[in-house]
């Protein structure tokens, strides 16, 4: 072995490569994998230098998350007020708030920390449906400041909470009940907002959008540190218009030697022409570097189940509700699959309802009578409400899907309660139906829409618990931890057409490692999402997480 | 205010299912008239907005785009928006298009909250060769059916398509979603120009058809309402709020207690806004609303009462003819 390279021993290596599937010894050239084995295959022969700083650790391939979001980066300059605890960026454990006085108290701090008295003060990640289903009304913002604006975004992104200045300012006041301004039990608006009418205008006059803001390095940066500090070393940004600038900031992020997450932006498909996007891609493809990979496109059909603009088959939502948004119209999709499909581009396309997943299949078939495309593997992302039957149309159509286990936990009861009733609740993100229909699948944070964590939400597909610690399908549609494993590595890097180089460590791929204090196979799956993570190995450089 | 009212910017949206010709009648505008348009537009249909005609009204094309995370309008729209609001020179128009799967009221409601700009129009565009079937399509049927929900008016495109009794029947299936809404037939050579003014921008309150045979006067029923005095702004939330369903429409001049100039109060559905008066309509002290319903609508003393909890003091007054006709100037019901 040449003179550059470096063995790093572990107690364990977990591989996720079938053909072998665990090792202490791992050899790195070049930021690639050499070879793996053990101390008598890898050192005793070739006398090569051993890095055992790993010697207590057990290294896993770098996790892969093939459904996340930029604005994870770019949520964390601002203060979060969720009700779940989550990892910043900087590695600071941030409590999450049981009640109106915790989030007014936080606010507080944070705007007494503020030194520009005219600035606007934004908050993220608000969800009333986790803290008793309380609103957050202007008067509670009012506690925070009666002259300096407020607004607080809920987790959904959707749906906003401002103080009455803004009201004030913005004439939402007292003049107005169109939709988007809700009002409370006095008559009078109640501080929340929604719709895009109302969001124009309190944008309009806070001045700033935080939602649209130009993406800064530092957002990239904080992206990518959130990456390490759960064992993330390939990520998503699963639907971006890839605006000049954005590109721009994304080629510079990935030539740092220092940067240590692998992009795959997704170009959004509305935000271009089919023949504009077959080109950008073209070119875009012919900039990439070994941790900048375009090349796959995202089309959204539909809305979220728990906010109820999924598109559902019938006997559609449980409580009733009227059936949800079309974002493409289903006789427009098949002419985009297909522009996409005839190129050669891979799709990710959002369907959460199972409505939007069959006029999805339907496209997808269509495209393949039109043009057989052999290992295409167009992906469904979210696909939630599945059932057996499109899965086996799925697969006989060489289609991947990534199933967004994180609902599970974080709305699994109002899918039992309110949106899809107990049966289709209980196969909801049916990864067991995959599995034996044998559909390749990943499973998925949709960060920051829930927290971005892999060994997480392999917890919820091994555990399929709620947070009110309903089980939900367990005994038919959970994944034992090593599936699950499969399904935030090798499985993911496949949906992303990524496998032949992460996924798994093995001889030719790329050194990318997360570095665990213990080994998941060992532990009791219950403690899966517990497991510390120490850092990460990103194309053989090593990346301690930051910890505060 | 009045100079700030005087200056806002129309706003008219037009919606649609795919394929009905929103496009097509954008160019149209852009063609036959001679203001100064900013065009938003879904740039990706099979007919794109002619870069020609836009430079020709040395006006603004901007594309919509969905930046939002997940779903829905984002960023990109509103950012869009924002600067052709912050133009220079202000616009003459502006004219959205709403996506073909997109609620065309979702978006005019921004020229109601927006103080620098009035809602003009809510045009929708209906292929008549396809849209009774698209109206019960098991996908679309509610998306399309909610285009028409608050829209103001009809345009019954591509008739040159059909015979006479398809063109009736299509009509009739529009019509019975919407029995108080004008419709338009027309073709891709015959398309209206953009309503416009003061004047046209109430029409949406009424059914008064310019180039409409059909007389649907007898489908709707009007309700007028005249007071002296004031209303309690939040017990006129509660009166707006106990109207029945059957009235579409109501809008109209009134003062609200503790505000110095008179609002002008405009009601679609369930959603109202108030907004200062325009000056032409300052002149008067009293209420002046008038409203449009089916042919359900309660009678008008159940809805006088309704209204009349909410005023501070109450006084019938008896209007001179001179009154009447001014006051149908600025209304034109
Ligand atoms: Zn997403
Ligand atoms: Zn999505």
């Known amino acids: 072995m040449s003179q550059d390279t470096i063995v790093f021993s572990a107690r364990k290596i977990v591989t996720m490569n079938p053909s072998r599937p665990s090792a202490t010894h791992v050899a790195v050239q070049n930021g690639r994998i050499v070879a793996v084995g053990s101390f008598a295959e890898i050192v005793a022969t070739s006398g090569a230098k051993v890095d ?171 992206y990518a540190a959130s990456s390490c500090i759960q064992g993330v070393t390939t990520i998503t940004d699963l639907h971006n218009d890839l605006a000049d600038l954005t590109i721009e900031v994304y080629r510079a992020a990935s030539r740092r030697d220092d940067f240590s997450v692998r992009l795959v932006p997704a170009m959004a498909s509305v935000s271009h022409s089919p023949e504009q996007g077959v080109e950008k891609i073209k070119t875009l493809k012919a900039s990439n570097n070994d941790k900048l990979h375009y090349g796959i496109v995202k089309l959204v059909v539909d809305g979220s189940i728990q906010g109820f603009t999924a598109r559902l088959r019938w006997p559609g939502y449980h409580n009733g509700a009227p059936n949800g948004l079309w974002y493409i119209a289903p006789e427009e999709l098949p002419s985009i699959v297909a522009a996409y499909h005839n190129a050669g581009i891979q799709l990710h396309i959002h369907t959460n309802g199972d409505e939007a997943t069959e006029v999805a299949l339907d496209a997808v078939e269509a495209a393949q009578i039109a043009k057989p495309r052999p290992d295409h593997r167009h992906t469904l992302q979210h696909c939630q409400m599945a059932d057996a039957a499109q899965f086996k149309r799925m697969k006989s159509l060489g289609m991947c899907v990534n199933l967004f286990s994180n609902h599970i936990y974080y709305w699994g009861d109002s899918h039992y309660e309110l949106t899809m009733g107990p049966e289709r609740a209980n196969r909801l993100d049916a990864t067991g139906t995959a599995l034996r229909v044998g559909v390749p699948f990943a499973i998925h944070s949709d960060a920051p829409v829930t927290p971005l964590s892999p060994l997480f939400t392999a917890w919820c597909a091994v555990n399929r618990v709620s947070s009110s610690g309903r089980v939900l399908g367990k005994e038919t549609e959970a994944l034992t931890v090593e599936q699950a494993l499969a399904a935030i590595t090798i499985n993911a890097a496949y949906t992303l057409k990524l496998d032949h180089i992460v996924g798994s460590i093995e001889a030719g791929k790329y050194a990318d490692f997360a570095v665990l204090d213990e080994d998941p196979l060992e532990v009791a799956p219950e403690k899966l999402k517990d497991i510390a993570i120490w850092g990460t190995v990103v194309g053989g450089h090593v990346r301690e997480a930051p910890r505060a | 205010m009045t100079a700030a009212s005087s200056a806002k910017i129309p706003v008219t949206v037009v919606g649609g299912f795919l394929g009905a010709g929103k496009t097509t009648y954008l160019n149209h505008l852009l063609r036959t008239g001679s203001a100064r348009y900013a065009v938003l537009v879904n740039d990706f249909g099979a007919v794109n907005i002619d870069a020609g005609l836009i430079a020709q009204h040395d006006g603004t094309t901007m594309t919509l785009t969905n930046g939002c995370v997940c779903c829905s309008i984002g960023g990109g729209f509103l950012d869009t928006l924002g600067r052709i609001l912050d133009d220079a020179i202000p616009f003459d128009h502006i004219i959205i298009e709403a996506s073909g799967v997109g609620d065309p009221w979702r978006i005019a409601e921004i020229a109601l909250v927006e103080p620098s700009l009035r809602l003009n129009a809510v045009i929708v565009v209906a292929d008549a060769s396809r849209i009774s079937k698209l109206l019960i399509d098991s996908h679309v049927g509610d998306t399309v059916r909610g285009q028409f929900d608050r829209c103001s008016l009809v345009l019954l495109n ?153 005023l501070i003091q109450v006084s019938q007054t008896h209007p001179t003819t001179a009154d009447l006709n001014r006051r149908h100037a600025a209304f034109t019901l």
């Open chain 2, 158 to 310: 591509k008739v040159d398509l059909l015979n006479r009794t398809a063109a009736d029947a299509a009509r009739a299936t529009v019509a019975a979603l919407r029995p108080d809404i004008q419709i338009i037939e027309t073709t891709e050579d015959t398309l209206p120009v953009l309503p416009d003014g003061e004047v046209k921008a109430t029409s949406r309150f009424a059914a008064t058809a310019v180039n409409d045979s059909v007389d649907h006067e007898s489908a709707f029923h009007r309700w007028s309402y005249r007071r002296s005095g004031t209303f309690d702004r939040g017990q006129l939330t509660a009166a707006l709020a106990a109207l029945p369903p059957q009235l579409l429409r109501l809008k109209g001049q009134c003062r609200i207690a503790g505000d110095a100039s008179p609002a002008l109060l405009q009601m679609v559905g369930q959603d109202w806004a108030l907004t200062p008066a325009p000056a032409d309509m300052t002149a008067q002290n009293d209420i002046m609303l008038v409203g449009v319903g089916t042919d359900a609508l309660p009678d008008a003393a159940a809805l006088d009462a309704i209204l009349d909890g909410a």
């Open chain 1, 52 to 222: 055992d700083r790993f010697k207590d650790k057990v290294l896993l391939p770098g996790f892969v998350e093939g459904h996340s979001h930029i604005m994870e980066g770019m949520m964390w300059s601002l203060p979060y007020v969720g009700a779940f605890d989550r990892r910043s960026p900087e590695g600071k454990l941030v409590q999450g708030l049981p009640d109106i006085d915790a989030i007014v108290a936080r606010l507080q701090e944070a705007e007494a920390a503020m030194t520009d008295a005219e600035a606007p003060l934004f908050a993220w990640g608000f969800d009333p449906l986790h803290i008793g289903s309380v609103s957050l009304t202007r008067q509670d913002l009012d506690r925070v400041s009666t002259t300096r604006p407020i607004m607080v975004v809920h987790a959904s992104f959707h749906i906003s909470n401002v103080n009455t200045i803004v009201l004030q300012r913005a004439e939402l006041d007292r003049t107005t009940n169109i939709s988007g301004v809700v009002m409370g039990k006095d008559g009078e608006p109640s501080g929340e907002v929604q719709g895009i009418a109302a969001r124009f205008r309190v944008f309009r006059v806070l001045g700033t959008n935080p939602l649209s803001g130009n993406l800064t390095a530092d957002d990239v940066n904080r």
